[in-house]
């Protein structure tokens, strides 16, 4: 069984604006409950309030706790889904990387920090005061959404980058921008972490990375211990990890058949790897997980 991916196409029976999905949070869990009701992905960005309810939210087998003021962001990609101890409200929109980046072609979305990387965490707890104030642009959002006024995508895109912006500062407000790497470093880690979303089934050893970026070995590690407190080594195999946690769970494969897709030499090399990395074997894991 493979990860349902799901395209915003699927959200958008009378699509008002394409490649744009808003409403109410408790509106979209009750008309999609058919969609979402597993783990599965996306091919767009995705971002949530809360304003009430309780719950977890698993994104990529790390679990958060749903409660008022939690923001959540989804990057294309990302395996995630939701259980509610109690019933949700806020908002939720998602939108293709075009749908904003051609409308601001001198802002992409990897320069949010909560979309930036995978090193970040994919949520934000906003105080009492911001998400009032933040739930009514949402609401505004909504409503300028769900209307034909006059200039409404211009609105509606405007709403959005102040969102974002409102967000990244909240998100950001204990870093001391001083201490932020500088953008040099900053793309370095991008374009690694795309590399590795791309090769890191063939591509296990950090030289192959380096020479990709035409950097050194050395260097590229002075890049990521500098970002983000990390080895190049250990960012791939996180990757590999994410890769085989999924395949074990979401997928009907055998064990040997996983280390063979992952391209590890036999499956013994495989468990160890698996099991040095997340302290329990991968059968562990599978029956863990389903417990």
């Known amino acids: 069984m493979k990860i349902p991916v799901l395209h915003i196409s699927q959200f958008l029976k009378n699509k008002p604006l394409d490649s744009l999905y808003i409403n109410s949070f408790a509106q979209h869990i009750q008309i999609n409950k058919h969609l979402i009701s597993k ?12 304003t009430k309810g309780s719950g977890t939210h698993e994104i990529d087998f790390d679990t ?5 003021g939690k923001v959540f962001f989804l990057k294309p990609g990302q395996t995630h889904f939701w259980k509610f101890e109690s019933q949700p409200e806020g908002y939720i929109f998602f939108h293709s990387q075009e749908f904003y980046e051609l409308k601001f ?4 979305l990897n320069s949010f920090p909560f979309y930036y990387s995978n090193q970040n965490p994919p949520l934000l707890q906003l105080s009492q005061k911001k998400l009032n104030h933040l739930s009514t642009v ?20 405007s709403l959005i980058h102040y969102l974002y912006i ?17 953008n040099s470093y900053i793309n370095i880690l991008e374009h690694l972490e795309k590399l590795i979303n791309t090769h890191f089934y063939t591509e296990k050893l950090p030289k ?20 983000i407190n990390k080895t190049t080594s250990t960012l791939i195999s996180e990757r590999i990890m994410l890769e ?6 979401h997928s009907n494969d055998n064990l040997a058949n996983i280390a063979d897709t992952l391209e590890f030499s036999d499956y013994a090399y495989f468990s160890k790897f698996f099991k040095s990395n997340a302290g329990m074997t991968p059968m562990e894991f599978r029956k863990m997980y389903f417990h």
């Open 105 to 108: 072609l001198d802002h992409s």
């Open 166 to 182: 409102e967000f990244t500062r909240a998100y950001t407000a204990d870093i001391i921008i001083e201490k932020l790497s500088s």
């Open 208 to 227: 192959f990375y380096a020479d990709k970026l035409n950097i050194t070995t050395k260097h590229l590690n002075r890049v990521v211990r500098k970002t």
């Open 244 to 249: 085989a946690k999924r395949l074990i769970v």
């Open 64 to 68: 958060y706790s749903i409660e008022s």
């Open 39 to 50: 783990p599965h992905s996306h091919n767009f960005y995705l971002c949530v309030i809360f």
């Open 138 to 157: 949402f609401q505004e959002l909504f409503t300028e959404y769900r209307k034909e006024n006059l200039l409404r995508e211009a609105k509606i895109i």
